[in-house]
């Protein structure tokens, strides 16, 4: 029983930490809640994120995120900071979900949260310009609702099914892989043609 714990610990903790990517301040809040309502335990050292104090700042932090990833261009600069934001959420809640049911050693929880966090947080970066690009910015409040969707979801099975959530995590890092290779690739060609462009016009 104690076995199946610790891997159902940390199967959950890949989810959180997946979650953390797409919505750095979603599931420290939701995890913040379901501590203090009893529905887990994450044990006296990561207790503070269920306080008070823990819970409104974050929930502030997310409201204003929340609005701010909805807007091109301010979209791009909230990015810049998620890169710091997201590894360290991701660290946060990898190392709180194991740290009652598992043996994992904290240093290395929260690098494996770190990682995970970070690596979705960056394949949702590349590939935000290409959306920006090809939809005019429309398509970026569509984009950026459907990760926080994902990012509840995610936070969801983590906590309920977490055999479930790691098996999304792995979908959605192949998933996002992908769209940045092609991101990258139409960045590519679409700067060859503008220099292509300023080549062929003619001088005097």
Do not use: C
Not at 5 to 10: K, L, M, N, R
Not at 101 to 108: E, F, G, M, R
Not at 146 to 152: F, P, R
């Amino acid at each position: 029983m104690e076995i199946t714990a610790a891997v159902g610990a940390v199967l959950g903790a890949f989810g959180l930490s997946g979650a953390a990517g797409l919505n750095a301040w979603l599931p420290l809040l939701l995890v913040g809640f379901a501590d203090r309502f009893g529905w887990i335990d994450l044990g006296d050292s990561y207790s503070w994120l269920s306080s008070t104090p823990a819970l409104l700042g974050i929930a502030v932090v997310f409201v204003l995120d929340l609005i701010g990833d909805k807007i091109p261009a301010l979209d791009s600069v909230l990015h810049g900071f998620g890169a710091l934001v997201a590894p360290a959420s991701g660290a946060i809640l990898f190392a709180a979900e194991t740290s009652v049911s598992s043996q994992l050693p904290p240093a290395v929880a929260a690098i494996l949260g770190a990682v995970t966090a970070g690596s979705i947080h960056a394949g949702r970066t590349v590939a935000r310009p290409f959306v920006t690009g090809t939809t005019g910015g429309v398509g970026n409040p569509v984009v950026s609702t459907a990760e926080d969707g994902t990012s509840l979801v995610l936070t969801i099975l983590a906590l309920a099914v977490p055999i479930l959530a790691f098996v999304a995590v792995l979908i959605l890092l192949i998933g996002l892989g992908w769209l940045a290779f092609r991101a990258r690739r139409w960045l590519r060609e679409r700067r060859q043609r503008r220099d292509a462009s300023a080549g062929a016009e003619p001088i005097g």
